[in-house]
């Protein structure tokens, strides 16, 4: 069973537990944006393996040059499973959606292995291996 638990913590007082269970057991899918608006994310589990991936809109890009066989875009898109290294992805599409409830500064949001943070920083979001990435306008960096 996939654990979907938002976890918000308040400068001036406890912290909130959102629990999104039931919603995800229905469509094992959603979305989340920065409150800056620069950063959507989007995740999927209904084909069993779960993805997450989070775009960018602007930002000093860090990966600028593309593969060979990649004519879409290329540098501001990033995905990640709950195993493996998190990949740049090569894509025509967006998971933009304007709709995507706000992540806000200071909250973090945890999906099966998968934990992302929320800082005005930027957007950091690891796998259960370590493995994730941090994405901010002053540049993005995979580890």
């Known amino acids: 069973m996939w654990r979907f638990l938002l976890l918000s913590v308040l400068a001036f007082g406890p912290a909130?537990?959102?629990?999104?269970?039931?919603?995800?057991?229905?469509?094992?899918?959603?979305?989340?944006?920065?409150?800056s608006d620069n950063i959507h994310c989007y995740y999927d589990a209904s084909e069993g393996d779960l993805w997450?991936?989070?775009d960018m809109a602007e930002g000093k890009q860090t990966y600028t040059v593309p593969?060979?066989?990649?004519?879409?875009?290329?540098?501001?898109?990033?995905?990640l499973?709950?195993?493996?290294?998190a990949e740049l992805t090569c894509h025509g599409d967006t998971v933009r959606d304007p709709r995507?409830?706000?992540?806000?500064?200071?909250?973090e949001l945890v999906?099966?292995?998968?934990?992302?943070?929320?800082?005005?920083t930027g957007l950091t979001c690891r796998?259960?291996?370590?493995?994730?990435?941090?994405l901010a306008k002053a540049g993005q960096k995979m580890f």
């Open 16 to 35: 909130t537990i959102f629990d999104a269970r039931a919603a995800a057991a229905q469509d094992q899918s959603g979305s989340f944006r920065s409150p």
């Open 52 to 54: 997450l991936r989070c």
């Open 67 to 79: 593969p060979e066989d990649c004519d879409l875009d290329w540098g501001m898109s990033f995905l």
């Open 81 to 85: 499973g709950e195993t493996g290294p």
């Open 100 to 107: 995507s409830a706000v992540l806000g500064y200071g909250s």
């Open 111 to 120: 999906i099966g292995e998968i934990i992302c943070q929320s800082e005005k």
């Open 127 to 134: 796998n259960g291996e370590g493995h994730g990435f941090h």
